[in-house]
Each structure stands twice: as C-alpha cells, then as structure tokens.
C-alpha cells in the first residue's frame, strides 16, 4: 500500500486550504473548478509530545519529527469516471494513494459556489462514492474478461489461478453497480491481496474530513453537532469509516502564525486542545498502518517511521541499509520508562533495557540503539 493520503472531494469543500494549512505551503486555491489540476504533495510533520518529552530528558542538538505525505487532488465532479472535467486524470491520482481523506462541505457561503448548487453532504458524498466506484466497475469489468480468457491457459498454475479469482470478480462488479464500495464486502486480507494490482479506490480505506464555518465549529464544541456534519456521521457509521470535524479557514490562520506559543494561545482562545489538522495528521498515519521509534542521543533524537509489525533489522533499515545488512542487536527500551524514571541510566539500572534480536516486533514508543557490523 501507498504511504500516503489522498485529499478528493468535489469543486469548493476547501480541499486546497485544508492543505496549504497542513503542509504549510500554498496550494492555489480559488472560487472556480479545477484550480488544482495536478496533485500538490505535502510531506508533513507528524505532531507528537513524546518526541519534546525525550528531548527534555536527552537533550539534543536538533529535534525531527516523523512525517506522512499528504496529496492534494483536484475536485470531482459527477461524470467523472467517463472524463468529466478531467476525470481520468485525476482518477488516477486517486488510485496511487494508500488512504483517501474525503473533505465534504459542511458550511454555507454564498460567496464561495458550490459546484451542484447547494450544500448537501450526503448528496457530495454519493457524488463522489458512486464515480470511484463506477470507476473502479470498469477496472474489474476488464480483468474479468482477461480471468476469463486465462482459463483456458495451457499453464495449469495460471488457468487455476484465473478460475479461483472469477466469484470474486463476479462479487465486485455486482456490488460496484449497485455503487457500493469493494470495503464494502468485507474481504479478507488473502482475497485483498488477490485484487492488489487492480488499486481498486474504493477499497482504500476512507475517512470524512467535515469542514464546517466558525460558527459550525463552535457549535460541535459544545457537544451540539450541526445536522451536515450528523448526516455525515450517519453515512461514515454504516461503512465503518472515520469522522473529523475542522474549519478549514480557522487552520489556516492558525497555520499563518509564526511560533509555536502563538499557535498554542490560538488555539487556547479557541477552546482546542489540539488543532483539526492535528487529529487528521495522526489519524491518517494510524489508517496507513505506520507506528513510531525513537533514536535519541547529544546530536539529535529523532522519531522514525515504520510498517507496524516489522521486526528490528527492518526498522534499523529505515535509518540505513548498512544497519539493516549488519545487523546484530537492539538496545530497546520504551519512552514510557524513560518518563517515568527520569533518565537513560536509571532506565538501565531498573533493568528496563533490553538485548533484543532479528526476531523482535518493534513497538509503537520504543527508543532504540542498533549494534551493526557492515
């Protein structure tokens, strides 16, 4: 899968704010369709108050978060899966990333045109559900007119193969007519992986970014959810997928400030503890399967990305290859039993640090130090 999330929605929702707000960095934005043709990348700092808490304990000369890439793709329109206001092109900006963040438009602005009309979320989201998946129809649509043909393969191994994954496909274009999207079904990791190499959209998984006014914002604050954001919710519940609410244009200011302090009194004032933008950055890092070690030392402490689940060469490799082909151990020890007793040394004499081998699953918070020999 893609290490990175895709920003869609239609024309409008605030899909280019919200991104030059994450990535800190303007991407055209304007009243008018299709102002974003080709993608913006955002690669985007992971906020995490255990990496400032390290470095209190182990300070360093230099201080560097992890990151995720963040992709801004241009707004759809319906008739987008037949070429619609450049649809394929943008189709397919869609299919090379690993999660897709949905902005939807949860505010009303006469000032700035909604591209069907009027603000309706529930009506965007079939909108934009329905091209994916009509999309995605034709893509399957394909490879079982190739599975079919494969069945009469003289390779026995290929002819099998092709005739295993025909009640799959048959499954997937019945449940994409009807516009519903392959996560839908419900398949298991094995027939997943079955259909990898098709990058189906609508088996990424997905999350609802509800971008609301100030007013909107406020209003979710004090536990009275505005009815878009509800109707919203009611669509996310049934697929299983995630709801964030943001005002797209209060993280845009809070993005304009120029330190941290300000941003921290910003968001006091506005009765946050933790911006929008935050929640979306660590909820599409969890969505990406990614998880978090730590390096610390005089020079830097650092935190580095990982797969979760991968072992300790491969989280060694992340740093360097060398480290990875030369492996020998890990000095492991978690950020928790460095926040509690204080410092690296008392960590070692309580006996919290571990020797750990090839076959160690790294863990979320770890801090570690690889021995190698290249």
């Known amino acids: 899968m893609a290490l990175n999330c895709g920003i869609v929605g239609l024309p409008n929702v605030g899909k280019s704010t919200i991104f030059s707000a994450l990535s800190s ?16 990348v955002g690669i985007v700092g992971v906020p995490d108050a255990r990496l400032a808490r390290i470095a209190e304990i182990i300070p360093p000369e230099k201080i560097i978060p992890a990151t995720v890439e963040f992709v801004d793709i241009a707004g759809l329109v319906k008739g987008a899966s037949k070429g619609e206001g450049l649809g394929n092109q943008f189709l397919s900006h869609i299919r090379s990333v690993g999660v897709i963040v949905h902005v939807v438009r949860c ?29 995605d129809l034709e893509t399957v649509e394909k490879r079982l007119v190739r ?32 516009g519903k999207p392959a996560r ?47 109707r919203v919710r009611v669509i996310a519940e049934q697929e299983g997928s995630e709801v ?14 120029g330190s941290e302090e300000d941003k921290r009194q910003f968001l006091e004032e506005a009765g946050l503890s933790e911006s929008g933008l935050d929640r979306l950055i660590h909820a599409g890092y969890r969505m990406l399967g990614l998880r978090t070690y730590f390096t610390a030392g005089p020079k830097e402490v650092r ?13 060694a490799g992340v740093i360097h290859t060398d480290f990875e082909k030369g492996f020998i151990k890990a000095e492991v020890y978690h950020c928790n039993d460095l926040f509690e007793l204080g410092s690296e040394q008392k960590v070692r004499e309580a006996g919290r640090l571990r020797i750990e081998g090839k076959d160690y699953v790294v863990q979320d918070g770890d801090i570690m130090h690889f021995r190698f020999n290249v």
């Open 303 to 315: 935190a580095w990305t990982i797969n979760a689940g991968e072992k300790a060469p491969q989280a």
């Open 184 to 230: 839908s079904l419900g398949l298991s990791p094995e027939q997943k992986a079955l259909l990898s190499d098709l990058q189906l959209m609508t088996m990424k998984d997905q999350l609802y970014l509800c971008n609301v006014d100030e007013s909107g914002l406020t209003e979710f604050l004090e536990g009275k959810e505005p009815e878009t954001v509800s």
């Open 147 to 178: 599975a079919e043909k494969l069945t009469r393969a003289q390779e026995k191994e290929v002819a099998k193969s092709a005739k295993a994954a025909i009640p799959l496909l048959e499954q997937l274009r019945t449940a994409l007519g009807e």
């Open 244 to 257: 964030i609410v943001v005002c797209g244009q209060l993280e845009a200011e809070i993005a304009a400030l």
């Open 107 to 135: 505010f009303e602005n006469p000032d700035i045109v909604h591209v069907t009309g009027k603000v309706d979320p529930a009506f965007d989201i079939e909108i934009v559900g329905v091209e994916l998946a009509l999309a």
């Open 25 to 40: 960095a303007p991407a055209e934005a304007a009243n008018y369709p299709f102002c974003t043709i080709e993608p913006n």
